[in-house]
C-alpha cells in the first residue's frame, strides 16, 4: 500500500493518459501526480539513457547495481529480465548485487565501473584514482552517461521508496519507449 494514492488510470486523458499506455505501472501511476512539465522528465530521461551508445549490459548492469545498493526491489524486478537479455547470467547478476564485488565472473572492466557506481552512491564525488580507472575504461560521454544513470536511478529509487510504491504484476517488457 502506498503512502498516498496513486493515479488512477481510468481519470486520465490525453499526454497523462498516453504517457501510462506506455508503460502501464505503478512507477508512473505515482509520476502523473506531478505537474505536467515534470510528470514526464523521469521516462524521457530513461528513454535517452536506453538510446544512448553505453554498452547496453553494463547500462543494465550499473541499474542493477544502484537497486541493489539503494534497496530498491521495485528497480530490480523491472531491470532483472533486461540484464538477462543482454547477457548477464545468474552467477553475474548475483556478483553485480553483492558489495564485495567478486571478479571471479565479472569482466575486470565492470568492476572498475562497479566501483565508480558504489562512490557515486556514496557521496558527491569519487576519488581520483577511481575517476583515473574508470576513465581508462569509459570515454567522456560514456563516463558521464554512467553518472547520469546513477543519479537517475537513485532519484527513481526515493520515489518508489519514499511513497512505498509495490511492485507491478509483472515487468515491463521494454519493447517501447516510455
Known sequence: MTRIPLVDPATLTGRRKAQFDRFPSNLTRALLLL?????????????????????????????????????????????L?????????TAQVDAIEDERISDDVLPQD?????????????????????????????DDRDL????????????????????QVPLDGEPDPWTTEH
Open 35 to 79: 505537474d505536467d512539465s515534470l510528470a514526464g522528465q523521469l521516462p524521457e530521461t530513461a528513454n535517452a539513457l536506453r538510446a544512448s551508445p553505453l554498452d547496453p549490459a553494463w547500462r543494465e548492469g550499473v541499474i542493477l547495481r544502484v537497486a541493489a545498493r539503494q534497496r530498491s526491489a521495485y528497480e530490480r524486478f523491472q531491470h
Open 81 to 89: 529480465s533486461q540484464a538477462r537479455q543482454h547477457g548477464w547470467t
Open 110 to 138: 565492470f568492476i572498475t565501473v562497479l566501483r565508480f557506481v558504489d562512490e557515486i552512491i556514496d557521496g558527491s564525488t569519487v576519488s581520483d584514482s577511481t575517476f583515473t580507472a574508470v576513465h581508462h575504461v569509459l
Open 144 to 163: 558521464l552517461t554512467v553518472v547520469v544513470l546513477v543519479g537517475h536511478y537513485m532519484g527513481v529509487a526515493r520515489v518508489l521508496g519514499v511513497l
